[in-house]
């Protein structure tokens, strides 16, 4: 149980364009999500904390504009990149704990490749 | 904030053999530990965690120690095998209950375990 997906697995795009990437709660609900960013054999660094039907909660020196959090139901959660450029190029990984579950631990996605050419 | 501190960075081992990871934290608030297992192209899969108001837990071959006095906790996995090699993340966290953790992550070990 608590299988947390994200989709795409891997995108590539042009710099200046726009990329959506879906993380979903599978078998439960999830009111907080959590969006990771991980550069290459480095660790993972939260980016911002996803609430459903409210506004995410950036950490600093993240900016608010440029990645777009949207957590319109119980099992998902979006980030945009918008307007990417090369040093967007990362693994985004999300990760979730199921709602009502005081002690559940934090599950992960299995992440998503953006590399902006 | 929290910082957590992770060693060694690279750790090789013989198939069989053990393997320890140690890490340190700063905020003596924080009451949950997490472990994960990363393998390349993945996210991270978590493998054991502790809270604080344990010393030690254990699942099969893989244990983890506490020491709140000292910050520190460990990450101990025996007789490895070649399966095991992966990098592992320790964390650390204030958790209070309900979906807000806010984990602070160390920098990885990238554990190989040769055949």
């Known amino acids: 149980g608590a299988v947390v997906s994200q989709h795409p697995s891997w995108v590539i795009c042009k710099s200046g364009t726009s990329v959506k990437i879906e993380c979903r709660s599978l078998?439960?609900?999830?009111?907080?999500m959590f969006w990771y960013r991980q550069f290459p054999k480095q660790s993972l660094m939260l980016m911002a904390t996803?609430?459903?039907?409210?506004?995410?909660?950036?950490e600093q020196g993240v900016e608010k504009d440029k990645f777009l959090i949207n957590h319109a139901s119980l099992t998902l959660s979006t980030l945009t990149v918008t307007s990417a450029h090369p040093e967007d190029s990362s693994f985004y990984i999300c990760?979730?704990?199921?709602?009502?579950?005081?002690?559940?631990?934090?599950?992960f996605g299995n992440g998503t490749r953006l590399t902006v050419t | 904030g929290e910082n957590v501190e992770q060693h060694p960075s690279t750790l090789s081992v013989q198939e069989g053999d053990s393997a320890v990871i140690k890490c340190t934290y700063s905020?003596?608030?924080?009451?949950?530990f997490p472990w994960y297992k990363q393998e390349l192209g993945k996210g991270p899969q978590l493998i054991i965690d502790?809270?604080?108001?344990?010393g030690e837990k254990k699942d099969q071959r893989i244990a983890v120690t506490l020491n709140k006095t000292a910050k520190h906790f460990s990450l101990h996995i025996t007789e490895t095998q070649p399966e095991d090699s992966a990098v592992y993340f320790c964390?650390?966290?204030?958790?209070?209950?309900?979906?807000?953790?806010?984990?602070?992550f160390g920098k990885g070990t990238l554990l190989t375990v040769n055949p």
């Open positions: 990760s979730a704990t199921p709602a009502g579950r005081p002690n559940s631990p934090l599950h």
């Open positions: 078998d439960f609900q999830a009111t907080t």
């Open positions: 996803s609430n459903e039907g409210s506004k995410a909660t950036y």
């Open positions: 905020d003596s608030a924080s009451n949950y």
């Open positions: 502790i809270r604080s108001n344990v």
């Open positions: 964390a650390a966290s204030l958790h209070s209950g309900g979906s807000n953790y806010k984990l602070t």
